[in-house]
C-alpha cells in the first residue's frame, strides 16, 4: 500500500473514531436529561413539558418505609438510616408508573371539620382531581374550627406514600410551581365552594372551565361536596381506594395506635364505645338531658359563640325523643347491660372529654369496671399529642377498626366513617344504636311502665338486623343529608354475598 492509500485509511479511522465519540457524547447526554426529567419531573413538568405529566420519562418509584422506634417512656426516636440494603428491600413498596394526561390546571382544596370530616372530603376532592385531569395540591387540613389543632396534613397521615400512591391515578404535589405559587401569595387566586352532593358532571361543566380559566382554583369548603349515589363505578372504587389504602397514617400515629391494640389485646376482648358526650357536641346539638341548669345555661352560651353553628335555639326534650341526641353514659350503660356484654370486657372510650367527668361516668364504670382510654393505657405516651385533636382522634380510629365490637352513641363522622371501614374488612361488629328506640325504652323503664327483662328483650330484638352486615344504602332522591352516607357503606367496593350482589 502506497503512502496516499494509507494517509487515506488513517483519515478514515480518524472519522470514524470521531462519529464514535460523537455518539457516545449524545447518548450520555440524553441519559442524562433521562435522569433528571425522572428526579425532577414534578416540578419540570408544568413549565418544561407543556403541563403533560412525564410519566413515560420516570423508572419504578420505591418506597422505603423506615420503621420508627418508641422507646418505654413514650419518647420519640426515630430510627436512623443505618438499614442494610436487604432489609430496606424486604420494607420496598414498588409502585406502577405515573400516569399521562393532559394537565388542565391545579386544585387546591381546604378541608373543614374533624379528622373524619376531612378524611371523606379529601377522598372526594382526589377523585374530582382525577376526573378533572387536574393536578392536586396536598390538602390543607382545618385549623379554626371548635378544636383550634394546628396540624398540617403532613402531621397525621404519611403524605409521601400518599402522593406516590395515587400516581397511577393523578398527579399530586405539595405545593404549587414557583411561578403559580408566586400568583397565590400576591393575592391572584379564584376561591369558591363547590355545592354540596354534586355529582361529578358539575365538577365537569362548571368547576373545570373555571380552572381551565385561571390555572388555579381553590375550593374553600369541601364537606359532602360529591354525591352518595348514581355515579360510576370507577368513582366510587376510586374513593375507596383513596381510603381504605392512600391515606395511611403517619409511622408514629400508627406504632403507638398498634401499641394500644397489643395492650388491650393482652387484657382480652374489648368494645369501642364512640361516646359522644362531649361538650361540644352537646353545645351544637343542644341536647342538655340530665345535665343541670347551670351546665345547660354553659352549652348554650357555647352553642350562641359560634356564628357558624347556625342552629341556636333548640329544644333539648323534643331532639332527644326522635332519637337526635348522643346517648348520656347513663343510656348507654343500660344499652350495654341490655346486649348482654360481659361486665368484665373492657370498654375503651374513644372520645374527649366527656362532659361532666366521672360524675356522669359513674352509672358506665359502676357497671364496667374496665373502662380505658389511651391517656389511662399510655399515660406518658400521649404527651406530644396533646392539644392536637385530630392525631388523638386518629389513635381512636385505629383502635376503633381493631376492636371487637365497635358502638357509636351518635352518627357522627367518626362513627359513619369506622363503620364504613369495618365493613371493608370483614363486616366486623358495629352496633347501630336505635336511639329513638331507646331512649322510649329507657324512659318507661325508668318510670316503671316496662320491666328490665321486658327492656332487654326489646333492646336485643331490635338490633338483631342493626350490626353492620351486608346491606344496600338507602337512597332517597333530592335528600342526600337523609340517605345513607357512602363512606358508612361503600358497598360498591366490598365483597358481597350472591343474594345481595344480584339485586
Known amino acids: 500500500?502506497?503512502?496516499?492509500?494509507?494517509?487515506?485509511?488513517?483519515?478514515?479511522a480518524a472519522r470514524?473514531?470521531?462519529?464514535?465519540?460523537?455518539?457516545?457524547?449524545?447518548?450520555?447526554?440524553?441519559?442524562?436529561?433521562?435522569?433528571?426529567?425522572?428526579?425532577?419531573?414534578?416540578?419540570?413538568?408544568?413549565?418544561?413539558?407543556?403541563?403533560?405529566?412525564?410519566?413515560?420519562?420516570?423508572?419504578?418509584?420505591?418506597?422505603?418505609?423506615?420503621?420508627?422506634?418508641?422507646?418505654?417512656?413514650?419518647e420519640r426516636a426515630v430510627h436512623t438510616a443505618i438499614s442494610t440494603t436487604a432489609a430496606a428491600a424486604a420494607n420496598a413498596v414498588a409502585l406502577p408508573p405515573k400516569r399521562i394526561y393532559k394537565n388542565n390546571g391545579y386544585l387546591m382544596v381546604s378541608c373543614n371539620g374533624g379528622l373524619n370530616q376531612m378524611r371523606a372530603a379529601i377522598?372526594?376532592?382526589?377523585?374530582?382531581?382525577?376526573?378533572?385531569?387536574?393536578?392536586?395540591?396536598?390538602?390543607?387540613?382545618?385549623?379554626?374550627?371548635?378544636?383550634?389543632?394546628?396540624?398540617?396534613?403532613?402531621?397525621i397521615f404519611d403524605v409521601d406514600y400518599f402522593i406516590a400512591s395515587l400516581r397511577e391515578e393523578v398527579r399530586i404535589l405539595k405545593e404549587l410551581p414557583p411561578r403559580l405559587k408566586k400568583r397565590v401569595e400576591v393575592g391572584y387566586l379564584r376561591s369558591m365552594p363547590p355545592v354540596s352532593w354534586s355529582d361529578i358532571s358539575y365538577y365537569q361543566n362548571q368547576i373545570l372551565p373555571?380552572?381551565?380559566?385561571?390555572?388555579?382554583?381553590h375550593l374553600n369548603r369541601t364537606d359532602a361536596r360529591l354525591a352518595n349515589n348514581d355515579l360510576p363505578m370507577e368513582i366510587q372504587k376510586l374513593r375507596c381506594r383513596v381510603n381504605f389504602a392512600a391515606l395511611r397514617f403517619t409511622p408514629e400515629i400508627e406504632?403507638?395506635?398498634?401499641?394500644?391494640?397489643?395492650?388491650?389485646?393482652?387484657?382480652?376482648?374489648?368494645?369501642?364505645?364512640?361516646?359522644?358526650?362531649?361538650?361540644?357536641?352537646?353545645?351544637?346539638?343542644?341536647?342538655?338531658?340530665?345535665c343541670s341548669h347551670e351546665e345547660a345555661e354553659e352549652l348554650t352560651?357555647?352553642?350562641?359563640?359560634?356564628?357558624?353553628?347556625?342552629?341556636?335555639?333548640?329544644?333539648?326534650?323534643?331532639?332527644?325523643?326522635?332519637?337526635?341526641?348522643?346517648?348520656?353514659?347513663?343510656?348507654?350503660?343500660?344499652?350495654?347491660?341490655?346486649?348482654?356484654?360481659?361486665?368484665?370486657?373492657?370498654?375503651?372510650?374513644?372520645?374527649?372529654?366527656?362532659?361532666?367527668?366521672?360524675?356522669?361516668?359513674?352509672?358506665?364504670?359502676?357497671?364496667?369496671?374496665?373502662?380505658?382510654?389511651?391517656?389511662?393505657?399510655?399515660?406518658?405516651?400521649?404527651?406530644?399529642?396533646?392539644?392536637?385533636?385530630?392525631?388523638?382522634?386518629?389513635?381512636?380510629?385505629?383502635?376503633s377498626l381493631e376492636s371487637d365490637v365497635f358502638i357509636p352513641t351518635y352518627d357522627g363522622n367518626m362513627a359513619k366513617v369506622v363503620e364504613g371501614h369495618r365493613r371493608y374488612l370483614g363486616f366486623k361488629k358495629t352496633v347501630l344504636l336505635d336511639r329513638k328506640l331507646i331512649v322510649e325504652l329507657v324512659d318507661q323503664y325508668k318510670n316503671g311502665t316496662l320491666s328490665w327483662t321486658d327492656f332487654s328483650s326489646s333492646v336485643k330484638a331490635s338490633h338483631t338486623s342493626r350490626m353492620g352486615a351486608p346491606s344496600r344504602r338507602q337512597v332517597i332522591p333530592d335528600k342526600p343529608k337523609e340517605e345513607d352516607y357512602f363512606y358508612a357503606n361503600p358497598y360498591e367496593c366490598l365483597h358481597q354475598p350472591d343474594e345481595l350482589s344480584a339485586l
Open 1 to 12: 500500500m502506497g503512502a496516499g492509500g494509507k494517509a487515506a485509511k488513517e483519515r478514515r
Open 123 to 155: 377522598c372526594d376532592m382526589v377523585t374530582v382531581a382525577r376526573y378533572l385531569n387536574v393536578t392536586l395540591i396536598v390538602p390543607e387540613l382545618d385549623k379554626t374550627s371548635f378544636w383550634a389543632d394546628p396540624s398540617e396534613f403532613q402531621d
Open 210 to 217: 373555571i380552572i381551565k380559566k385561571y390555572k388555579v382554583l
Open 301 to 399: 352560651r357555647m352553642r350562641y359563640a359560634y356564628p357558624w353553628w347556625k342552629e341556636k335555639v333548640i329544644d333539648s326534650n323534643s331532639k332527644r325523643k326522635e332519637g337526635l341526641c348522643p346517648l348520656t353514659p347513663e343510656e348507654i350503660a343500660m344499652v350495654l347491660k341490655a346486649l348482654d356484654i360481659d361486665p368484665s370486657y373492657q370498654i375503651y372510650i374513644a372520645a374527649g372529654e366527656i362532659y361532666g367527668g366521672q360524675r356522669r361516668m359513674a352509672a358506665l364504670t359502676s357497671a364496667y369496671p374496665n373502662v380505658v382510654r389511651k391517656e389511662t393505657l399510655l399515660p406518658s405516651g400521649l404527651r406530644f399529642f396533646q392539644n392536637h385533636s385530630s392525631q388523638m382522634a386518629a389513635l381512636d380510629y385505629m383502635v
Open 255 to 290: 406504632e403507638l395506635g398498634r401499641r394500644v391494640v397489643r395492650i388491650l389485646r393482652q387484657n382480652g376482648p374489648f368494645v369501642v364505645l364512640h361516646l359522644r358526650y362531649e361538650m361540644d357536641m352537646l353545645a351544637f346539638s343542644g341536647c342538655t338531658h340530665g
Open 16 to 74: 470514524v473514531s470521531l462519529w464514535v465519540a460523537r455518539a457516545s457524547t449524545t447518548v450520555l447526554l440524553w441519559t442524562c436529561v433521562v435522569l433528571l426529567a425522572a428526579a425532577f419531573g414534578e416540578r419540570l413538568a408544568p413549565s418544561v413539558l407543556g403541563g403533560v405529566w412525564p410519566g413515560c420519562l420516570t423508572q419504578t418509584l420505591v418506597i422505603v418505609q423506615r420503621p420508627l422506634l418508641l422507646p418505654a417512656d413514650g
